[in-house]
Nanobody
Framework: QVQLVESGGGVVQPGGSLRLSCVLSGFRLDYYTIGWFRQVPGKEREGVSCISGMDGSTYYADSVKGRFFIYRDKNTVYLQMDDLKPEDTAVYYC??????????????????????WGQGSPVTVSS
């Protein structure tokens, strides 16, 4: 069974850092795009970052460029979040899509089409 298991959320002060992890099982990362979306109550789900398992290409929302970094190691994808701001507060969801269904270049705008999700990791940035 295809599964994504997240960890690494928590509470941090503005300017602090967190690292989210997404562990994949049941499918080969090489054939998938993996990334994170975030959501707050009353707001639309927002694509944050993704990475192509095929060639390692990465994509970021404008709001996190220069602060967030996504990378992979074997069956785990990591989202390093630096210089966190209060507006980064949200529940972060890892998601996956086969490259034949959703290519990495459009992954962050394809949330409603995605079928495989992690359980969510709450991130709170507050002083």
């Amino acid at each position: 069974q295809v599964q994504l298991v997240e960890s690494g959320g928590g509470v941090v002060q503005p300017g602090g850092s967190l690292r989210l992890s997404c562990v994949l099982s049941g499918f080969r990362l090489d054939y998938y795009t993996i990334g994170w979306f975030r959501q707050v109550p009353g707001k639309e789900r927002e694509g944050v970052s993704c990475i192509s398992g095929m060639d390692g290409s990465t994509y970021y929302a404008d709001s996190v460029k220069g602060r967030f970094f996504i990378y992979r190691d074997k069956n785990t994808v990591y989202l390093q979040m630096d210089d966190l701001k209060p507006e980064d507060t949200a529940v972060y969801y890892c998601a996956a899509a086969h490259l034949k269904e959703v290519v990495a270049a459009v992954f962050l705008s394809s949330g409603p089409r995605l079928k495989t999700w992690g359980q969510g990791s709450p991130v709170t940035v507050s002083s």
